[in-house]
């Protein structure tokens, strides 16, 4: 059961360009950051059983011998087909969907197995953080589904891309 989820976010990287006594500022590449995710970890299913099932199915496997620790590594390909495909769902209090991000490439990055405390009642929180190429949005804001991606043409190259959006912009 999940607790907490953080939505996607991005950082432009920036690079500097000094001009006589002036400095300009130019945008660089996009990162996407990782998510992190609290679940609560009950019996049934078990989180921990879970989080080890998608580590051995993106490739992992226990160095027990040395034909073992050899013959196996994690890929990206099998991790990211080992977690599947990601949604990250807002609803609002009638619980109608507002919002779904859908993360490309994600893969798990980190994993805390949480703490025993045997003087609460609470269940163990497992904290598993994410990682991905970039996040598609699907907006439900106006009662009109939009999706904010680039949909670009099958002959179009991205130099004709860039081309075009500086003619719509100016040049800039």
């Given at each position: 059961m999940v607790k907490k989820v953080g939505k996607p976010s991005f950082t432009v990287s920036e690079s500097e360009h000094v001009y006589l006594n002036h400095?300009?500022?130019?945008?660089?590449?996009?990162?996407?950051?990782?998510?992190?995710?609290t679940l609560a970890d009950p019996v049934t299913p078990d989180?921990?059983?879970?989080?080890?099932?998608?580590?051995d199915a993106a490739g992992y496997k226990f160095p027990n011998s040395?034909?073992?620790a050899t013959?196996?590594?994690?890929?990206?390909?099998?991790?990211?087909?080992?977690?599947?495909?990601?949604?990250?769902q807002q609803i609002d209090s009638e619980g109608t969907e507002q919002e779904r991000w859908t993360l490309k490439n994600a893969w798990v990055k980190d994993v805390k197995f949480g703490e025993l405390d045997y003087t609460s009642d609470d269940?163990?929180?497992?904290?598993?953080e994410l990682r991905y190429d970039w996040a598609v949005l699907n907006s439900n804001r106006t009662g009109d589904w939009k999706t904010y991606?680039?949909?670009v043409d099958p002959g179009q190259t991205t130099a004709n891309v860039l081309s075009a959006e500086e003619t719509a912009i100016g040049g800039l």
């Open positions: 400095k300009f500022w130019y945008p660089g590449r996009v990162e996407w950051n990782t998510i992190s995710l989180a921990a059983e879970t989080m080890m099932s998608i580590l040395p034909a073992v013959e196996s590594t994690i890929s990206k390909a099998k991790a990211v087909a080992a977690l599947g495909q990601v949604t990250i269940m163990v929180d497992v904290e598993i991606t680039r949909k």
